[in-house]
């Protein structure tokens, strides 16, 4: 794997005020096309998700800053019944985001679960046609652990999605400066 620029790119804590910014990024048909349900989120429902999201644990959500503009999104959850696994769902949602974005969000991500959360394993999952998705997952350097199929829609038919692993131990190996971390909180 190779050692992503991160420089200027920083993972920060979730604010009340990037409530309004989170729903335009959700709604967006770029992001909520390979989301895997792609119906618009009406604004009652965000407003509900939102309230319980900033009650978490504020290392669960971060926002991909650059310099001082807001591009993207970043959740973690633990995995069920799987010890120290977690899962993410993560975006790079300004279109015109610098080259690198989703990159350096996902590096960064990535050091924030190993370091922060003490993942053992970091598992997603993509829809098997966001080609996008799994380059960035490449070259993160997940592995493929499978597939499954979901129907996104009523009357739907059903779609593959990829399921993805980058454990710890790999990530040490192969990231020489893997205890560096860039938070805002820091």
């Known amino acids: 794997m190779t050692s992503?620029?991160?420089k200027d790119f920083v993972l920060r804590a979730l604010l009340p005020a990037d409530k309004d910014t989170i729903l335009r990024w959700r709604n967006s048909d770029f992001v909520r096309e390979h989301m895997f349900t792609p119906d618009p989120i009406a604004p009652s429902n965000h407003e509900r998700w939102f309230a319980r999201v900033l009650?978490?644990?504020q290392r669960l959500y971060r926002v991909l800053t650059y310099g001082?503009?807001?591009l993207g999104f970043v959740s973690f959850a633990r995995a069920e019944d799987?010890?120290?696994a977690w899962?993410?769902?993560l975006y790079v949602g300004e279109l015109d985001a610098p080259r690198g974005s989703g990159s350096a969000l996902g590096a960064l991500a990535l050091r924030h679960a190993?370091?922060?959360?003490a993942a053992d394993e970091v598992v997603s999952e993509a829809m098997a046609k966001n080609d996008r998705a799994?380059?960035?997952y490449d070259r993160l350097g997940f592995r493929r652990a499978g597939m499954r199929f979901i129907t996104r829609t009523t009357p739907g038919t059903p779609e593959e999605v990829i399921i993805f692993f980058r454990?710890?131990?790999a990530w040490l190996a192969d990231v020489p400066d893997a205890g560096g971390y860039a938070s805002a909180d820091d």
Do not use: C, V
Not at 114 to 117: A, D, M, T
């Open 167 to 169: 454990s710890r131990a």
């Open 82 to 84: 799987s010890g120290g």
């Open 4 to 6: 992503f620029e991160t």
């Open 114 to 117: 190993f370091n922060e959360l």
């Open 134 to 136: 799994i380059r960035l």
């Open 87 to 89: 899962t993410w769902g």
């Open 68 to 70: 001082d503009r807001d």
């Open 55 to 57: 009650t978490a644990d």
